[in-house]
């Protein structure tokens, strides 16, 4: 299946810093990227995701990029704010629009203020 | 509109003791999946399923864990003589179609095996 790779495990930032989190995946047919969020005690949360005929997507103050030849993706969030501590996963499919994702093991992120 | 729901949201069981989880995924959604979460780590994939049939079961850690979903909707994780490793937040998830679209997740079961 899938292999996807996430690091760092944890990153500590002050508040107003940027974050970048990375994924590596290693099917070259995977097509979707996205990025979940789970604050504490909460269940996971869609934050932002890619489709592989893009190489960066924003949306306020987060971002994705991808680097296809290489297999990897990364998240990066800008002028970061308390509330944006909790743990982050990446996830790949295995080529096909249908099937499971595989997640990356999670970054738990914590902005200090 | 109505997101995706589990019952119990807690189940406290005896070593031993079989339970039931259940899931209601987002209505039109073809696609469901389960996870484990044990505490402070991260998604255990468990099983998919497309419709009624499950295509993915590679996630299933023993043949005491089974799962099933009818009509196309609820799906229900059994758990047969629960051990105190079973003990997590078993999470389920809906997309409308597979892999490549947005999985909304459940508020999740925890489960305590005593």
């Known amino acids: 299946g899938e292999n996807v790779e996430q690091h760092p495990s944890t990153l500590s930032v002050q508040e107003g810093d940027s974050a970048v989190i990375k994924c590596t995946y290693s099917?070259?047919?995977?097509?979707?990227f996205p990025w979940y969020k789970q604050e504490l005690g909460k269940r996971p949360q869609l934050i932002i995701d890619?489709?592989?005929?893009?190489g960066e997507k924003k949306d306020q103050r987060i971002a994705v990029t991808l680097n296809k030849t290489a297999k990897h993706f990364s998240l990066h969030i800008t002028e970061t704010q308390p509330e944006d501590s909790a743990v982050y996963f990446c996830a790949a499919p295995r080529g096909s629009t249908l099937g499971r994702l595989y997640f990356g093991r999670g970054t738990q992120l914590t902005v200090w203020p | 509109g109505a997101g995706v729901s589990q019952s119990p949201s807690n189940k406290v069981t005896e070593k031993g003791k079989d339970v039931e989880l259940r899931c209601d995924p987002i209505?039109?959604?073809?696609?469901l999946y389960w996870y484990r979460q044990r505490l402070g780590q991260g998604l255990e994939f468990l099983i998919y399923f497309q419709g009624n049939s499950a295509p993915d079961k590679s996630g299933l850690p023993s043949d005491r864990f089974s799962a099933e979903r009818t009509g196309g909707s609820v799906s229900t994780l059994t758990i047969q003589r629960t051990q105190q490793e079973d003990s997590a937040v078993y999470l389920c998830?809906?997309?409308?179609?597979?892999?490549?679209?947005?999985?909304?997740f459940g508020p999740g079961t925890r489960l305590t095996v005593t």
């Open positions: 209505s039109g959604h073809t696609a």
């Open positions: 890619i489709r592989s005929n893009v």
């Open positions: 998830a809906s997309s409308l179609v597979g892999a490549s679209y947005e999985q909304y």
């Open positions: 099917d070259s047919a995977s097509n979707y």
